[in-house]
């Protein structure tokens, strides 16, 4: 049982971490599925809160 690892379970967590992005909402622990051109680079959010990243700050 102990062996049945899928296979992104044995990638370097440096390359995971490239594509593994989670909601930028406060609080929100859903997947970051939508990405958005962000003052810091790409913001991630998921369905519900993909809105946020249309927002245009002031
Ligand atoms: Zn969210």
Do not use: N
Request: charged share 30%; net charge neutral.
């Amino acid at each position: 049982m102990s062996d049945d690892t899928p296979p992104w379970e044995t990638k370097p967590a440096k390359q995971s971490a490239l594509y593994i992005h989670w909601c930028m909402h406060e609080g929100c622990k859903e997947w970051g599925a939508y990405g958005f051109a962000g003052r810091y680079g790409v913001e991630w959010f998921c369905y519900d809160h993909k809105s946020d990243g249309k927002k245009t700050p002031k």
